[in-house]
């Protein structure tokens, strides 16, 4: 375990370990070597995904900030400059880095009048899945399949848990949501289906117990397998002799829950299928709930990514690190106002407060990859076979515009990422089609588009160099 | 050439509607216009429809509305071209935000040419009476999916069907809100991962309440959160102590446990308040010292082993079941305080300050960590296994008896409703399996963990005629309205008495009904009205987003935002139980306070943490709007946002939600903070800040409500200074009200009862439905206010007559899927912008 010094972080809080089992599908030694970055290895390798949200956009994607650098820096191709970039703490990373400027998320615009200011209400939605979501405060939600969504459902099935969504901010906003949008579009970034919203977790104890089953013991946890199994099996005929009594409405209802307990006979299958199979290695206890500080919650979403990762229980995570419209004040920044409204920070000293905050949150990232890259599997590190993705649905946050949004790529994308690269798109390049040239990487390479994709834009390719 | 016609126009039809309207008197004032008198007592609705009057008022649309809502500049997303008076209830989703906007006077906007008071009223009460009229032949009770048990609602389920308390937050994710409330049926979507937390929950639960002596050992960790004050003993802890944390704590089994507390420390490692000599920690289960160990002053987190800022209890024997525990300082005798500081509320603003000399800061505790059990050696009785167990087999052959009593009685509770055969018989197979595993009270925990693992738990399923047709419209069966009307009130299922008159099948009869539900509104458990509907109406839960600047209020500690919420709750719920008039939210001159509350208002003579009722000394603070929990929660880290509030009013009381603010638009936050060497105000800079037409045209409906407020601090305190200079609260409301204190904005709320009243309506509607009220709606709304008139407008009035309305006891077939969905509803008023 990871020992963090000289930081003064409450360190007790960080995962600890108690000596309870979970089981090591894959043995190290069960890896070929030498397999890495082949093309016909990919489910072997296990790609993994992490998709990382935060809402309000970047101080260098305002006029003022871009020509002052501070996301994007100011040289394409590898001979870039971090130094005035939000972007410096990833210094350390740089060959692990790859920059992506000059996108747009134009599906978080508004479509018609009555969507015109409602921004912060849709632009979440509008991340991952690079869909305009359907102006609705009821039921009928609809945008689309988000891309952590669309890698899940092609290699998810197979480990336990096809991915896992986790937030830090409260997403249960007093007075619902506004502007005619139901709160599911603020208050989550994936989405299995375009009607299908996937809640995120924010506690991380709720998280542990989902991901390595809840029980003091393995014996505690095999035993809670197996009575959940046969209570998943009972309640199909529960459900089935109600159906009749129901009207219609509550039976398409019905026929979803049924379609959870489903899915869920089918992680308990896996896991069983996982522990016949492997060796059974340390786990660590389960963190203690949610901690004050936003430091310390980040950091214990990372430990349970990276144990997850290590012990194959899923391969995708996607991760939403604030709210629209937080006014959260980040102490650590040494700025007294809420993100919210210094993202609507005008004049230099204004935009300057707002970079140091998106600075605090670049910052936390080298905690995930240092983890990552401790960690071993095979001839290669996590966070070879991992592809981070990092940025928000907001460019401008002052404008509410969503051109020229931040976007980075860390990891080696399991040997299909280049780091070390600034690419710079051409003008009204959205981001989807990035998104699309890397889920051709993930092995989705069949898929022909992507939300408003209008093409691949591929950010290792070479002749987008200069 | 148009200006002269508007004109001439104007005049033309104000003389005629003063004919028409018959009693100019009771419409001669502004007052008249916004008062209480409900349309169907001014003797309206002899005219008929068709009269010459609606043709005039068609023409006073054309001439003042349409001139921003055509299809053009569609102000607002709307436009007015189309329409016709006439026509109101075929167009009812436009005559319903015409309504609202003209109810409460922000259209015409201020600033623009209105027409006479007497028009704009007569024009509001046809459009009432033609949608109403409709109403009368077209009414629906409207439709909804079957709800699932939210978080608070589980946990008093589980409360209530076994007598455990849980924190529902350690296992289901966070609830979707929709319209304001947590149990709007139609977003709470169903995920995996939802299961997942439910199935977790109902094996945890079970075992907890079973008692489990095969429990493995586990940690639980209870935190204390930063902004908690640790001056004073907390609420459950033994009298004289000090801060640390007291809960109740479900044990799985007889056995020991360890204890293990950490501190709070400096940001070089030592122990935050290491001047205090002397301090000890006492570990207490049910008030019984079982552990009292002295602190290290010469802590530190770098001590070999990390040994440093942690004590241990080792090993104590607990029994199983929930017990109370605490570990608090014990603090040393101290001589009078004679120091330059006094002791802040936030007791930890930074933890710098904990090691310097000269400042007396006592340790603080930062989390205490239950582990356990080890060395089981059984279960003993607790009174929830007394709950559970109401029966022993004592011979082999009263074992399955016994176990099908207690299942059965256990899943009818859980299900709320009568259970089947085939049920019994598949929880029974459970029960089988366990008992053949590890015996009968395995076989029980079993059961019990099915039960609580059932849709029929989880989920509140309503059950439909067998012979309904798709558009029909049909009484909901008695155990459904049972479920209803007991989590309406109680936020519970429904007790033993009203199942029973369920199960009889009386309470469809409309006085049975209307008897249990003055029997549950006298009951205490309508507590929940309060600390459920209440409370997410008038949005407390956004207390806990505040984080106000430490150096600028130092006593705002978690205690304080605490108790303004209590004070809240309790406040409603005493208009509730005591039935007073609703209105009264406003007016009262007297509150709920305990001593922490009391002090930071400035109140004297109020000792303890128990809350009572108080009368104000002043006439500052009245009703809600002089509550910390409102005036705290619109308030900024370090200002007060004269904006927040106005919204909060607008939007919360008077039902009329402001326009969006457009992007581009410099925040306050980015004005001056300093003129020539001087400190501004909020209200300098907010008037800085509208000096922008486009700003303005928004700001002037909001802003003036803020400001009359703005005596009160970013806590809520009273204050006649900010930054050094006079707080002038002076303003002009929208609809040209002068304000110049909270008493005149008050008064300016009153003169308008109407919209208040319908919104509270709406609101309660939403949350007893559990979906969001819609146009269609709106004619029961004003229906249930009219009749609330006689009643003076209480509480009951208003709680009764949602019970009696169609839209709680009855249901239509939806004809399709799609027609469920309504993207007109009133919930859409929420993006419609006034400009």
Redesign the interface.
Known sequence: MKLITGMHLPRRTFLRGVGAAVALPLLDSMIPAGRLGAQTSKALDKPRLIAIENSHGAAGSNAWGASENLWAPAAVGRDFDLAPSALLPLEPYRDKLAIVSNTDVRMAEAFAPKEIGADHFRSSAVFLTQAHPRQTEGSAVFVGTSMDQLFAQRFGQETPIPSMQLCIENVDQAGGCGYGYACVYTDTISWASPDEPLPMIRDPRAAFDQLFGAGGTAEERARRRRSHTSILDWVTGEVSRLMATLPSEDQARVDRYLENVRELERRLQGIEAQNSSGAARELPGAPAGVPDSYTEHMHLMFDLQTLAFESDVTRVFSLKMSRDVSGRVFPETGVPTGYHSQSHATGETGVRDFYEINKYHVGLLPYLLDRLSDSMEGDASLLDKTMILYGSPMGDGNLHNHRRVPFIVLGGGNGQLNGGLHVKAPDGTPMANVMLALLHQLGLDDLDSFGDSTGAFSITSPKVLP | MQEMRTINVTVAISGALLVLVGNPAAHGDRAALLGPSQSSSTGHEQRPFGDPSVADLDEVIQEYCVRCHNNRR?RG?LSLEDFSVGMAAEFAPTSEKMIMKLRVGMMPPPGVLRPSADTLLTLVETLEQTVDAAGQTRRTPG?R??QRLNRPEYERSILDLLGLEIDP???L??????????NIA??Q?????????Y??A???IASLAVGDP????????Y?I???SSQRDRVEGAPYGSRAGVSVTHNFPADGTYDFRM?FH?S???FLFGRNEPGEQVEVSVNGERVALMPIDRFWS?GDPGGKGL?LETGPIPVRAGPQRISAVFVPTERGPVDDLFSAHGHSIPETQIGIGYGINTPPHM??L?IKGPGMVTGVSETPIRRRIFTCRPTQADETRPCAEEIVSRLATRAYRRPLSD??LD?LM??YE?GAGEAGFEMGIR?AL??TL????FV?R????P?D?VAGEVYRISDSDLASRLSFFLWGAPPDDELRAVANDGNLSDTEVLLTQARRMLADPRAEALGTRFAA?WL????LK?L?P?VVLFPDYALQLADAMQRETELFFYGLVRDDRPILELITTDYTYLNEVLAEHYGITGVYGEEFRRVQYPTDRRRGILGHGSVLA?TS???RTSPVNRGKWVS??ILGA?P?????????L??TNVAEQGRLLTTRERLEMHRENPSCNSCHRLIDPIGLALDNFDVTGRWRIRENGTTVDVSSVMYNGTPLASPADLREALMAMPIPILRNFTVNLMAYALGR?VEYYDMPQVRTIVADAEVEEYRVSAFVLGVIESDAFRM?Q??A??ES????I?L??E??E?IR
């Open positions: 569609l997303n439709s999916v079957f937050a350690q296992y994710p966070s609830d979707t809100k929709s319209a304001n409330f947590d139609d977003v979507m169903l995920s995996p991962t939802l299961m997942a937390a199935l977790n109902a094996s945890e095969t429990a493995g050992t586990k940690e639980t960790t935190r959160p930063r902004l950490t420390y940001p070089e490692g987190e942690i930062r989390d960590v085939v049920e598949g197979d459970f399996a079993s963990e099915a693992a059932s849709p029929h989920f399923f309503e059950e439909i067998e309904a997410q949005r407390l839960s956004d987003e984080d600047d929660q900024l880290a370090n939007e919360v939600p326009p969006p603010p457009p992007p581009d638009v410099p925040s936050d980015q969001r249901r077939v939806p399709t899927l469920t969905e309504s993207d509803g919930g859409l929420r993006q912008m």
